[in-house]
Each structure stands twice: as structure tokens, then as C-alpha cells.
Nanobody
Framework: QVQLVESGGGLVQPGGSLRLSCAAT????????MAWYRQAPGKQRELVAR???????NYADSVKDRFTISRDNVKSTVYLQINSLKPEDTAVYYC????????WGQGTQVTVSS
């Protein structure tokens, strides 16, 4: 089955940047709308950004102009470039299809703290 493995998270100071990667295995990647989600402690998982099969993108208002989602269909990988990080960005970040019909993976932890 198709699996997604997130990586690239870490501990960063406010204002810093990270580049998250989501590597997919399996076939059919280029036919999926892909998305990044995040879940902070005690909060519901939320949609952060999504990218369509043709490259169109959508962002949550809270991350617009700071986060950039992209995809490489050759590598079957989705990326999330996150700039100007704020403490409220602290969460576990997950990738999935949109709608999120795949099983959730382990995610990658992003912690923004001074």
C-alpha cells in the first residue's frame, strides 16, 4: 500500500525556517491532491496547505505568505517550506492526500521556541 514518511522537523527559534519532506511509496502519486496537516497538543488536526495534481495551491490563513507547499512527482515527494516560524506553529506535521483518506503516519515534530 501507499505509505508516507515525513521528515525535516526539529527545534527552531522564532523567525527560523524549516523544510519538511514527505516521501511517498506506491503508485499513483501524480494523480493525488496532496496536503500538509498539523496538530498541536490538545487541538484538532488542521489543514495547513494543499497542492493539486496540476500544482495549484491553497493555504490556511495562518500560514499564508510564510509557508510554501510544492511537489516533485518524479521523486513522489511533497515539501513544505516554512519561514518566519512562530511559537504557534509548534505541532506535529503530517502529510496525506486531500481529502485525508490514507492512514496517518508518524508525522514530524516542529517545535518553535526560544
Amino acid at each position: 500500500q501507499v505509505q508516507l514518511v515525513e521528515s525535516g522537523g526539529g527545534l527552531v527559534q522564532p523567525g527560523g525556517s524549516l523544510r519538511l519532506s514527505c516521501a511517498a511509496t506506491g503508485s499513483g502519486f501524480d494523480s493525488y491532491t496532496m496536503a500538509w496537516y498539523r496538530q498541536a497538543p490538545g487541538k484538532q488536526r488542521e489543514l495547513v496547505a494543499r497542492i493539486g495534481r496540476g500544482g495549484s495551491t491553497n493555504y490556511a490563513d495562518s500560514v499564508k505568505d510564510r509557508f510554501t507547499i510544492s511537489r516533485d512527482n518524479v521523486k513522489s515527494t511533497v515539501y513544505l517550506q516554512i519561514n518566519s516560524l512562530k511559537p504557534e506553529d509548534t505541532a506535529v506535521y503530517y502529510c496525506n492526500k486531500w481529502p485525508p483518506v490514507m492512514n496517518w503516519g508518524q508525522g514530524t515534530q516542529v517545535t518553535v521556541s526560544s
